[in-house]
């Protein structure tokens, strides 16, 4: 993140404002939207919450370890924490 000089991009009053509180020294401002939840964007998180609930499914009605392995392309101590990860 490049540093600006805040006397070239904020009005001179408000300038003189910050400078009371705080001058000569290093201020951060944070972005004023609030930061969204990982894969809410993407949609990353519903799939793979999806696709977890449908593992656990096959599982309790049957289905072993190693065919859901091979079903969803994945290593089977994984399916396995899929299965008994906690809530």
């Known amino acids: 993140m490049r540093y600006k000089n805040a006397a ?19 201020l951060y401002i944070p972005k ?19 696709r977890n609930s449908r593992i656990r499914e096959l599982f ?3 289905m072993p370890v190693e065919a859901l392995a091979k079903e969803f392309g994945l290593s089977g101590s994984t399916i396995k924490k899929i299965i008994y990860q906690k809530k």
């Not at 070239?8 to 290093?26: C, F, H």
């Open 8 to 26: 070239e991009v904020l009005p001179s009053v408000l300038l003189r404002e910050i400078q009371y509180y705080i001058e000569g020294e290093l």
């Open 32 to 50: 004023s939207e609030t930061k969204k939840e990982w894969g809410a964007v993407s949609g990353s998180k519903k799939f793979y919450s999806e």
């Open 60 to 62: 309790y009605n049957g």
